[in-house]
C-alpha cells in the first residue's frame, strides 16, 4: 500500500461530525476552534488523543531521560527538548496508526483547518475501527470463556462417568465373583448330595440283603426246631 492511498484509506468528516466525535472522545471543541485553529489548542487538544490512545502523559514525557544527555555541559536546558521530542514521536506514532502519514511539525505550530480536519477524520476512524475491533475481541474473548468453561463441564462429566464406569465394573466383577463363588458352592453341594444319594443307595441293598437274611435265617430255625 502506497502512502497516498494510506492518506485517504479513511473518510474525510464534516464539522458537525468531527465536532460530535470529538465531543463523545472526551475532547470537546467549537466549529470556530476546528476551523481557526490555534497552535496552543490544538497541541492541547492532540495531547489528551495522545492520552487516549497511547496513554501519553507530558508529566512521564517531561520526565525521560536520555543516555546521553548528561554529556551537555547544562543538561537541564534540554529537559524541554526532551518532552517535546517525545511528544512528537507521540503524536507521530497515532498519526501513521490512523493513516494519516505525512504529518509534520507544522500541524502543530502552524495548523491549517483543512489538514487539522483530515487528521482529526483520520484519529476518529482510528477510535471507531478500534472500538469495533475491542468490541469484537471482548465478544472473542467471551466465547473462548464459554468454551472453556464447556470443556471443564465436559471434562467433570466425563471424569464422573468414568468413576462411575469404574464403579460398575468393579460392581460387576465382585458379583462375577459371588456368582462364581455360588456355582462352587452350588456344585459342592450336588456333589455332597450325590455321594449321601449313593450311601443311601448302598444302605438301602445292604438292609435289604440283611432282611433277606433274616428271613432266610428264620425259616431255617423253623425247619430246625421241627
Not at 476551523?35 to 492532540?46: E, G, L, M, N
Not at 462375577?176 to 463363588?181: D, P, R, S, T, W
Not at 450336588?190 to 435265617?217: C, I
Request: with cysteine.
Amino acid at each position: 500500500m502506497t502512502t497516498e492511498q494510506r492518506q485517504w484509506s479513511f473518510p474525510i468528516l464534516d464539522n458537525v461530525e468531527i465536532i460530535e466525535c470529538m465531543r463523545e472522545l472526551g475532547c470537546p471543541m467549537t466549529e470556530e476552534q476546528l476551523t481557526k485553529p490555534s497552535p496552543d489548542f490544538i497541541a492541547k487538544v492532540y495531547e489528551e488523543l495522545l492520552g487516549l490512545f497511547l496513554g501519553y502523559s507530558p508529566d512521564d514525557a517531561q520526565q525521560m531521560q536520555f543516555s546521553g544527555v548528561d554529556c551537555f555541559e547544562h543538561p537541564q536546558l534540554h529537559d524541554q527538548s526532551v518532552g517535546q521530542l517525545a511528544f512528537w514521536r507521540a503524536l507521530t506514532k497515532l498519526a501513521e496508526a490512523s493513516g494519516f502519514s505525512n504529518f509534520s511539525v507544522r500541524d502543530v505550530m502552524k495548523p491549517e483547518y483543512a489538514r487539522v480536519r483530515r487528521f482529526l477524520s483520520a484519529v476518529i476512524n482510528f477510535a471507531k475501527f478500534r472500538e469495533e475491533k475491542v468490541a469484537a475481541f471482548e465478544d472473542m474473548v467471551e466465547e473462548a470463556e464459554t468454551l472453556v468453561e464447556q470443556k471443564e463441564n465436559a471434562e467433570a462429566e466425563h471424569n464422573d462417568m468414568a468413576r462411575e464406569l469404574k464403579q460398575l465394573r468393579r460392581q460387576r466383577d465382585e458379583e462375577k465373583a459371588q456368582a462364581e463363588q455360588l456355582e462352587r458352592q452350588t456344585a459342592e453341594q450336588q456333589d455332597n448330595l450325590t455321594r449321601q444319594k449313593n450311601r443311601l443307595q448302598d444302605l438301602q441293598r445292604h438292609t435289604s440283603a440283611l432282611a433277606d437274611l433274616r428271613d432266610e435265617l428264620s425259616q431255617n430255625k423253623v425247619s430246625f426246631m421241627r
